[in-house]
Nanobody, 122 residues
């Protein structure tokens, strides 16, 4: 089952901006926690930003001051606003979340989306 789908990736020049979105499927009641991760070719997947159920956020040092994570609880959607992009930000970006299933309110742990490509040209 695909419960999370990322969108908004693309090609942008250094210094530009992109806004990524991660949407849940219709059978998901809510998002308890969500994080954005990224993986560049030949490198390990790394944490970019997290947001808790109450809206508290945390960022990797490499993106502090440039990226902002936010959530829309009514739409069960999480966004990642990326500003002042650098070539080293080039990677596939993934969202990860603990989800609450609508039908029985059971928690689905550690769900991953398929990813969206972000490429920053120098």
């Amino acid at each position: 089952q695909v419960q999370l789908v990322e969108s908004g990736g693309g090609l942008v020049q250094a210094g530009g901006s992109l806004r990524l979105s991660c949407a849940t499927s219709g059978n998901i009641f809510s998002i308890r926690h969500m994080g954005w991760y990224r993986q560049a070719p030949g490198k390990q997947r790394e944490l970019v930003a997290t947001i808790t159920n109450d809206g508290s956020t945390n960022y990797a040092d490499s993106v502090k001051g440039r990226f902002a994570i936010s959530r829309d609880n009514a739409k069960n959607t999480v966004h990642l606003q990326m500003n002042s992009l650098k070539p080293e930000d080039t990677a596939v970006y993934y969202c990860n979340a603990d989800l609450v299933r609508w039908v029985d309110r059971n928690i689905l742990y550690n769900n991953w989306g398929p990813g969206t490509q972000v490429t920053v040209s120098s």
